[in-house]
């Protein structure tokens, strides 16, 4: 029974870890958010790893959806990150 507790606990983790690192390449790769986002959600992901990457996805996709329906918003955004 410890076994299967222990290897249980080794594939969340794993998966944790995987879901952590994916979040941090996503966040720096995304021009869905603002510079001063970006770091928020870098620093709610390096405090919450599985919270926070579960949030930041979310928000994420929300963004997304958002932003779809508004191109001046993503070229706002772009043109914003290029200052930077």
């Not at 603002?34 to 405090?47: A, D, G, H, Q």
Request: aromatic share 12%.
């Amino acid at each position: 029974m410890t076994a299967v507790v222990y290897a249980a606990l080794g594939a969340f983790g794993v998966s944790a870890v995987v879901l952590w690192i994916y979040c941090f390449r996503d966040l720096s790769q995304t021009t869905l958010f603002s510079p001063s986002n970006k770091t928020l959600w870098f620093v709610v992901i390096l405090l919450g790893p599985v919270i926070g990457s579960i949030a930041y996805l979310s928000a994420k996709k929300n963004v997304e959806r958002f932003s779809a329906s508004d191109p001046e918003r993503i070229a706002r955004l772009t043109s914003n990150e290029k200052k930077a």
